[in-house]
């Protein structure tokens, strides 16, 4: 999945239904505000509140520190 791709503006997080980071290189969508990676297998988002893993605050923090300023959409 690459940053321009017109699906991330209609993907969300299957717990807050808020918007979601696509993480570098493209292999994770990341919920900042639930501290939630879900993983990107063969293209496919695995978007299954089950396929989620929590992130650890250091995590957290160097993951804000390498997504993307755009995100293409609005969050809360």
């Given at each position: 999945?690459?940053?321009?791709d017109p699906l ?21 969508l990341y919920n ?28 957290h923090r160097r ?14």
């Open positions: 999945m690459k940053p321009d991330l503006k209609i993907l969300a997080c299957p717990l807050d239904k808020g918007p979601l980071i696509l993480l570098e290189p493209g292999d994770a900042p505000r639930l501290r939630r990676r879900y993983p990107i297998v063969d293209g496919i988002p695995q978007l299954l509140p089950s396929s989620g893993e929590s992130v650890p605050d250091p995590e993951l804000l520190g390498n997504a993307p300023a755009d995100t293409g959409r609005s969050g809360p």
